[in-house]
């Protein structure tokens, strides 16, 4: 290739980025109501709600703070879609959009069991949030409290038991 097709190549990259540009993403952060909150539902102790701040929030509340590379496309559709997806399994800020106490019990469940398997917070989010890692320490100040509200989620250990979400035996509405 010779420079002038190098420098043509160069321009049309820069012009598809700042097209892309107008591409919106659906970064949101509806609003919160007390109410609806997980801490309405039950007693939260401030360590257990700390590491959910600092570590979950992101994507598991109404609070999200955007970064900055949550607005360059297509990072942007990245991280949005992240968060909605976060936002639909599991809303600290709208705990009773879960279909029953049941899959809110699994949830709480399931809390304790991805932080300790290193899922959650998920590890790409880490290399650009390192003030969310959690500890041993932390894990198991979340473990223990969802052990108590939640002791059934904890027992028999059933290693399969999540990997798949109950999400396709819901009875269809109407
Ligand atoms: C970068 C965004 C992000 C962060 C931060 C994050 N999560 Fe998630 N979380 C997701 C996404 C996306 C899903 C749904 C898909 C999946 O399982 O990967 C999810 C799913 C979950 C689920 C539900 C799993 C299921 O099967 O329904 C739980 C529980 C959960 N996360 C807990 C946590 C906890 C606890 C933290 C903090 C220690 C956390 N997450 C931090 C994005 C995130």
Redesign the pocket.
């Known amino acids: 290739m010779n420079r002038a097709k190098i420098a043509k190549l160069v321009i049309a990259c820069v012009v598809v980025f700042a097209l892309i540009q107008l591409i919106p993403a659906s970064r949101t952060n509806p609003p919160v109501v007390a109410s609806r909150s997980l801490a309405a539902h039950m007693d939260v102790p401030p360590q257990v709600q700390n590491?959910?701040k600092r570590?979950?929030s992101?994507?598991?509340s109404n609070e999200t703070v955007w970064p900055w590379y949550s607005h360059v496309a297509p990072v942007s559709w990245y991280v949005a879609h992240?968060?909605n997806?976060?936002r639909s399994?599991?809303n600290l800020d709208n705990w009773e959009a879960q279909e029953s106490p049941k899959e809110a019990n699994e949830?709480l469940g399931?809390?304790c069991k991805?932080?300790q398997q290193g899922k959650?917070?998920?590890s790409d989010?880490l290399l650009m949030h390192k003030d969310?890692r959690?500890s041993p320490a932390d894990i198991n100040t979340?473990c223990a409290w969802t052990q108590k509200v939640a002791p059934d989620e904890e027992e028999g250990g059933g290693a399969d038991h999540?990997d798949h979400?109950e999400h396709d035996d819901h009875p269809e509405k109407d």
């Open positions: 590491i959910f570590a979950c992101d994507c598991h992240d968060v997806v976060g399994h599991v949830h399931l809390t991805l932080m959650m917070p998920p989010f969310a959690v979340v999540h979400h």
